[in-house]
């Protein structure tokens, strides 16, 4: 693989999360935490022979953690409290930062989610987080907002690039919509009327369209703009009326007119 990625090599945050397939964020994830000990990098890039990457690649650097899950159900708030926010109360053993690779951190529930906020929030100096995820749409827009995200090629469970355009379309313009042109855009929805499935991968779409927009400001130190958490719980909604066979189109029209955000409810 080719150098880090220049939002890595900057280190601007303290929180990553990596989106792509998954051997390619567990390299990129490695590689970067590598780079953070090595005891002689320039801009990240680990130099293989020092003591800190030598380590590494025995497996049993004292410094960088790998963080599972001890249930089939996912990373759980007790692997989160044991392996992160308790081991995040010492110093680093040796080296200069304590890094934790939580791979297939899409597995991580809620209640974990919201057990990390507040050390990723407030870390000490020396905690760095890498989560590895193959697609972003598990993660809470609280945890979201905290992370730099950076996402890999385009392999990340490429979603149909009908549902994605429609989701930009909609999440670009849509607060400067009147309520008609509002109201028209549930056209675009009625072909997924007969399809579950294609529903929720718009739905999803939609819902990455503003994580993303969240997690950019974050990471570019941006103001966030309220109507984007107001648009996700608004899609999180939609998703549970529809689960319960609600009104497809009154659930539609509802969710357009909260997104454009001219109307609360
Ligand atoms: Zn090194």
Redesign the pocket.
């Known amino acids: 693989m080719g150098g880090l990625p220049s939002v890595l090599k900057n280190k601007r945050g303290h929180a990553y999360i990596l989106e792509g397939e998954a051997t390619e964020t567990l390299a990129l994830g490695q590689a970067f935490a590598?780079?953070l000990?090595?005891?002689?990098?320039q801009e990240v890039n680990?130099?293989?022979?020092?003591?800190?990457?030598?380590v590494f690649e025995s497996g049993n650097h004292p410094d960088i953690f790998y963080v599972k899950g001890t249930k089939t159900t996912g990373i759980g708030v007790d692997d989160v409290r044991d392996q992160i926010v308790m081991a995040m109360t010492t110093q680093p053993f040796r080296y200069k930062y304590k890094i934790f690779i939580v791979d297939k951190a899409e597995t991580l529930t809620p209640a974990a989610q919201n057990a990390l906020l507040k050390t990723i929030e407030e870390p000490a100096h020396y905690g760095v987080f890498l989560f590895l995820a193959t697609g972003v749409h598990t993660l809470l827009p609280t945890l979201m907002s905290r992370c730099v995200l950076v996402k890999l090629g385009e392999t990340a469970k490429t979603p149909n690039a009908e549902h994605e355009a429609l989701a930009e379309e909609i999440a670009g313009n849509i607060n400067r919509m009147d309520i008609l042109e509002t109201l028209a855009l549930y056209r675009r929805f009625e072909p997924y009327k007969e399809s579950r499935e294609s529903m929720t991968q718009q739905l999803d779409m939609l819902y990455l369209a503003y994580a993303r927009r969240i997690s950019q400001a974050a990471s570019k130190g941006e103001p966030q703009c309220k109507q984007w958490h107001d648009s996700i719980s608004a899609v999180q909604h939609t998703k549970q009326v529809l689960a319960q066979n609600g009104n497809f189109q009154l659930a539609v029209e509802m969710m357009l007119l909260r997104l454009s955000g001219n109307y609360s409810f």
């Open positions: 590598k780079g000990n090595c005891l002689a990098s680990p130099c293989g022979q020092c003591l800190s990457c030598r």
